[in-house]
């Protein structure tokens, strides 16, 4: 069995991170959350593909006293649609914060990926489909009006649900 152990939560300004890391040290591990998602980074050893690739950890284990990252939201997205077809038509509604490492690792994944928008996220999404370009030359993605949306996909993954 686990060792007994205890879940809590420290409320910890931006201003005492560097302060507290002697502290955060000690521990088997602990979960991080916005500020700190990004400026916890410099202090890790090691940090698995996806924390590395978003450069966001939320998500930190200490092994044996090296501070290792992880991005558990990537974990989680890629679980929750492992037994549905992330090589086909997906539509994913919505592409701000977590949208983005949705997006990325559906077409990592093979997707033919359309992003459904609302006009008012067309700047947005346009910056977002070039720098995903970027990173996947090889894409499959465009957005849509979700409006205008009216053809069938394998896969239909809602942000708000």
């Given at each position: 069995g686990y060792p007994a152990a205890d879940y809590g939560v420290i409320d910890l300004p931006p201003e005492e991170l560097t302060a507290s890391m002697p502290r955060l040290r000690k521990l088997c591990g602990f979960n991080i959350t916005i500020p700190h998602k990004m400026e916890i980074i410099p202090f890790l050893d090691d940090m698995a593909e996806s924390a590395q690739r978003y450069q966001s950890v939320n998500c930190v284990v200490n092994r044996r006293g090296n501070l290792i990252g992880y991005n558990t939201d990537c974990d989680g997205f890629l679980r929750s649609v492992e037994s549905f077809p992330l090589d086909g038509k997906v539509l994913l509604l919505g592409c701000g914060g977590v949208g983005r490492m949705m997006a990325t690792e559906a077409v990592l994944h093979g997707a033919d990926l359309t992003i459904g928008i609302l006009e008012r996220h067309i700047p947005m999404a346009k910056t977002f489909l070039e720098e995903l370009r970027e990173l996947?030359?090889?894409?499959?993605?465009?957005?849509?009006?979700?409006?205008?949306?009216?053809?069938?996909?394998?896969?239909?993954?809602?942000?708000?649900?």
């Open positions: 996947v030359p090889e894409a499959s993605v465009r957005y849509a009006l979700t409006a205008e949306l009216d053809e069938p996909f394998d896969l239909v993954k809602d942000l708000d649900s």
